[in-house]
């Protein structure tokens, strides 16, 4: 699996990609749009693919349908100074806000690290930082931190 972090403008990722218990190589988990949604995907390679490829592709229609395990974060470009931000799985389905952030919370983390990331974002953890705890507490969290920010 992975971690998908967001707050304060910056959405951030580990990039190892693991097949069971074997740490499998790493990529980009992460995605812009041209009208300005960040995203990233957790779960299968194939799932996060399709994610990520909608995504640059301007979040046209309905986010992929490809079943299995998969952990979506989705944020929107800004709208009045906030962005919305909108958590999914794998059976394409995005609902706003994600359920491991408080009510009217302005940060989300996604993914098999989303607890220890979502314990240093209360604590007050950049996006970076709570990726960077994920990564160091989690055997399936792992590799470099990337970025993307408004």
Known sequence: MSIIVYR?????????ITAGDLRAGYS???ARSPQGHMGGGAGSLEGCAAFLAWIR????????????EQDWLLVGPPKR??????????????????PNGP?????AASGSGERIAAGALWMGATAVE?????????????????????
């Open 103 to 107: 009510k009217g919370s302005t940060w």
């Open 8 to 16: 304060r403008g910056v959405l951030a990722a580990d990039t190892l």
């Open 81 to 98: 100074g906030a962005r919305e931000i909108s958590y999914g799985t794998g059976k394409g389905l995005l609902a706003p806000m994600h």
């Open 28 to 30: 980009t988990k992460i």
């Open 57 to 68: 592709d301007g979040c046209k229609g309905s986010p992929p349908d490809v079943g299995g």
């Open 130 to 150: 709570a990726v960077e705890a994920a990564i160091a507490l989690s055997s399936t969290c792992g590799g470099r931190v990337e970025t993307l920010t408004t």
